[in-house]
């Protein structure tokens, strides 16, 4: 994991995630799929042999262990999250035109629509299988785990109706990111408690630390796709905002200077994009907007924090270092 | 249910159904779905309040109340079973690029790709939390719905994989087949034994009545498709013949009739659709070709009627009448 610019987090942490990042790449790997239809399970195991961070399954491992829940029902439920996960981004993929993921062709983009909409549809039915399978707290988790897919989905929906619409604000933008990026990994921390036995009010606390810190994940996000190279984030950047997506930094631009933001969004969106990165740098560094996210991010990550005091001082750590973790990730 | 022309079956059992059906109906009414996002629940309520047959809540009362299963679990499997056909059924037709289904335009056609493939996404959580909420054997409940799910996924796979290949045997088709709407019907069937906690025998055989009822249902479509009349069906007529799928009528003529298939479905494909349509029956009449059909989709019911043998006889009888129904079933 040498391409993690890292500062805060210990050397020991960092080996922690490697050694489940591994695991879960093996487990992956292990699926009982079939071979045939090749239509569906090529591209399957396409996906699954993809350069994926796998931290939700991480995040999944961190608090199952906090809890002392089983090995075997952690590695089952982590594997489920991962599998929603990668069937949420094939179909994202295909209705965002996004032809790279993980540093390698979507796979709607490699083979075909009809393709990529089974194959997500397929992966998600296997992460239901997985879902299926634990042994300790299964219909919380089948509940907790639907209730996740749905927000995801209205997430999404969020995402798509808001495209090159000028009166959303950072009020609809948090409504959205929530529901897109925070309630999966509202559904990984609050794994970690069902599969644990905790209580209502525990399993609360779990999940509203996925919520604030999918916040702080999705404006890492935003920031990365303008401000980090291509190679290392592994896909194409700037797509989101040329695509008349909202990001952060594109609603704080307009909300704080509406009118030069108007102006200098419409001309650098008909530029090279190359040309288009480095004039949207300057412009978010020059005007505030870029420490504003960073303030805000590092604001979600402290209430994220927060949220961690129901587990006892001394289990609490390995979620501590995540959160800096994710606060500090490079891509 | 006028348009059902019906002899068999009694008036009783017709009224049986339409009760079902009206219940259904009413209870998708029901379903406590938000309003917005409107990019995903305006298109999830415009596929719930379509014109479908719901044969498949049907098949869940029908085989729940065999079993004395509670009302209320009968209520909500049957919910999740019918979300989860319409999500099959709006993927599927943007991968088969069908404009019209239940006489009413589908969701790609009338919005886009994308608000099909997230609609369709949302009706399979939506059904998922139906089938989560079940009071009695949930987790057998959960485990046969996404095993089946997985099935249907695969039967869709293979139904692309098969398209345009002349080397597609019968056996090839009925593989295709059970999976594609065998498995789906298999569940129905299976979950009313699940709910009414009956023993892996029982809940076999009823799966075993659903595949093979899903044999004869699929030849009656193949055989719909060419000869029934576009408004009945509410979609248009032999699309899938034309777009090179294997079904039963293509693949007898091809292994009956090799030589003379070719010429004649290479002239064919070139005509007018009216024109196409009409050599069509014209050919498969006169070879023979639908009447094998007509007695192999009559041999599976048998077969399926065999299969309810293990529920007591005084309970027997709907689930016969049901089977009779598909065989004679007129749309």
Same sequence: chains 1, 2.
């Avoid at 050397?11 to 093996?26: A, G, K, M, P, Y």
């Avoid at 030069?260 to 480095?278: C, D, G, K, N, P």
Wanted: overall charge negative.
């Amino acid at each position: 994991m040498a391409d993690w610019n890292w500062k805060l987090v210990t050397e020991t942490f960092l080996q922690l995630l490697e050694s489940i990042r591994r695991r879960t790449n093996e487990a992956l790997q292990k699926l009982p799929l079939s071979d045939s239809p090749v239509y569906l399970y090529a591209p399957v195991r396409y996906i699954l042999e993809g350069e994926g961070k796998r931290l939700r399954p991480i995040l999944v491992h961190l608090s199952g262990q906090a809890f002392d829940a089983r090995p075997e029902d952690i590695l089952n439920a982590s594997l489920a999250v991962e599998l929603l996960h990668n069937f949420t981004l094939v179909h994202d993929d295909i209705m965002d035109h996004d032809n790279i993921r993980h540093g390698q062709p979507t796979v709607h983009f490699k083979w075909d629509e009809s393709t990529a909409i089974l194959a997500g549809d397929g992966l998600y039915a296997i992460g239901q299988l997985c879902i299926s399978k634990l042994k300790t707290g299964q219909l919380e988790a089948v509940r907790a785990f639907n209730q996740a897919t749905l927000m995801v989905c209205e997430g999404q929906a969020y995402d798509k109706e808001f495209e090159e619409n000028n009166r959303i604000t950072l009020d609809h933008y948090f409504t959205m990111i929530e529901k897109k990026t925070g309630w999966l990994l509202g559904l990984c921390a609050e794994l970690g408690a069902i599969l644990g036995v905790k209580d209502e009010l525990t399993r609360t606390h779990l999940r509203s630390y996925g919520l604030n810190l999918g916040k702080t994940f999705q404006i890492q996000d935003d920031l990365l796709e303008i401000f980090s190279d291509a190679s290392m984030m592994g896909k194409s950047l700037g797509s989101d905002v040329l695509a008349g997506k909202q990001t952060v930094l594109t609603i704080l631009s307009r909300e704080y200077y509406p009118k030069e933001w108007a102006v200098f969004y419409q001309q650098a969106r008909s530029l090279e994009m190359e040309e288009t990165i480095q004039r949207l740098r300057t412009f978010f560094k020059d005007h505030g907007i870029l420490e504003m996210a960073h303030k805000k991010a590092n604001d979600y990550s402290l209430r994220a924090k927060e949220n961690l005091s129901v587990i006892p001082e001394s289990k609490r750590k390995p979620l501590i270092e995540f959160t800096d973790f994710i606060v500090n990730r490079k891509r």
